[in-house]
Nanobody
């Protein structure tokens, strides 16, 4: 399995910004679609953003226009730029690697994002 380490979370006021990073192990990072999920207390994990191996992106309606996913294959890293943050964005954010419909990464500790109102 691909090992993943997320970082970049923190406490920010509403309207603020954060950039999350996720570094993946291995030498075939470029073949994976990369995803960001989040899980808020008492809620199910939800898909936030996807970037395919070819660079196409897709977002949940709740973050469209505010979040941007990107990747640097040379650094085995995927990013999530989060702008105009809202209190409802508060969650633990996780990244993962996908090949087709299959998740290929082990779910890590995630990184906590807390947005104060």
């Amino acid at each position: 399995q691909v090992q993943l380490v997320e970082s970049g979370g923190g406490l920010v006021p509403a309207g603020g910004s954060l950039r999350l990073s996720c570094v993946a192990s291995g030498s075939i990072f470029n073949i994976f679609d990369m995803v960001w999920h989040r899980q808020a207390p008492g809620k199910q994990r939800e898909l936030v953003a996807t970037i395919t191996s070819g660079g196409s992106t897709n977002y949940a309606d709740s973050v469209q226009g505010r979040f941007t996913i990107s990747r640097d294959n040379a650094k085995n890293t995927v990013y999530l730029q989060m702008n105009s943050l809202k209190p409802e964005d508060t969650a633990v954010y996780y990244c993962n690697a996908k090949l087709g419909l299959l998740y290929k990464g082990s779910w890590g500790q995630g990184t906590q994002v807390t947005v104060s109102s």
